[in-house]
T-cell receptor
Framework: GAVVSQHPSRVICKSGTSVKIECRSL??????MFWYRQFPKKSLMLMATSNEGSKATYEQGVEKDKFLINHASLTLSTLTVTSAHPEDSSFYIC??????????????FGPGTRLTVL | AQSVTQLGSHVSVSEGALVLLRCNYSSSVPPYLFWYVQYPNQGLQLLLK??????LVKGINGFEAEFKKSETSFHLTKPSAHMSDAAEYFCAVSYNQGGKLIFGQGTELSVKP
């Protein structure tokens, strides 16, 4: 498989501030990473697909100016929630496509980041 | 639109009993099929996957699933439930390598002592 980390694991911020979440692929170079959002007791909602060196592809209904994604290297993608509001409070999870075996058919997930906006 | 349906948002079994979590997909084109498990406040862990080849797939922690094309199903089973199996289980499909996953609604598995 692949080892994926996220930082921070938990963040609490005031309304109006921006929060950056990092997703790292620790043991292989990930061309493609995904960002998901999960509400309590709900399934995962894909927000965007992040490709190294190019602009992210956002899903319909996701505000790209609010959720800024940068995939500057093959091991790091960041999600910045700009001007966060309480309704942005959620569990954010990233995933990478692939792994050491080179099987890009599988996504491996990070441990998630719990964002609480006061 | 392609979709994934998990029958039963909550399944409860006794320790030692058979676990059966159902998953159906809505496409005539066989997708790649996955089962993930999520423990509270954690990310998703891959249990098993089907891409090609043998339709009965064995995964971690004693779980297995069988791809049945005629039924467009990929049900997850485990012969004997353990308390540690209590978690949320997600079935997911994708239609190309490295492509986006379409998730089912999830099934919460409870295991009674």
């Amino acid at each position: 498989g692949a080892v994926v980390s996220q930082h921070p694991s938990r963040v609490i911020c005031k309304s109006g501030t921006s929060v950056k979440i990092e997703c790292r692929s620790l043991d292989f170079q990930a061309t493609t990473m995904f960002w998901y959002r999960q509400f309590p007791k709900k399934s995962l909602m894909l927000m965007a697909t992040s490709n190294e060196g190019s602009k992210a592809t956002y899903e319909q209904g996701v505000e790209k100016d609010k959720f800024l994604i940068n995939h500057a290297s093959l091991t790091l993608s960041t999600l910045t929630v700009t001007s966060a509001h309480p309704e942005d409070s959620s569990f954010y999870i990233c995933s990478v496509a692939g792994g050491l075996a080179g099987n890009t058919d599988t996504q491996y997930f990070g441990p998630g980041t719990r964002l609480t906006v006061l | 639109a392609q979709s994934v349906t998990q029958l039963g948002s909550h399944v409860s079994v006794s320790e030692g009993a058979l676990v059966l979590l159902r998953c159906n997909y809505s496409s005539s084109v066989p997708p790649y099929l996955f089962w993930y498990v999520q423990y509270p406040n954690q990310g998703l862990q891959l249990l098993l996957k089907y891409t090609t080849g043998a339709t009965l797939v064995k995964g971690i922690n004693g779980f297995e699933a069988e791809f049945k094309k005629s039924e467009t199903s990929f049900h997850l089973t485990k012969p004997s439930a353990h308390m540690s199996d209590a978690a949320e289980y997600f079935c997911a499909v994708s239609y190309n390598q490295g492509g986006k996953l379409i998730f089912g609604q999830g099934t919460e598995l409870s295991v009674k002592p």
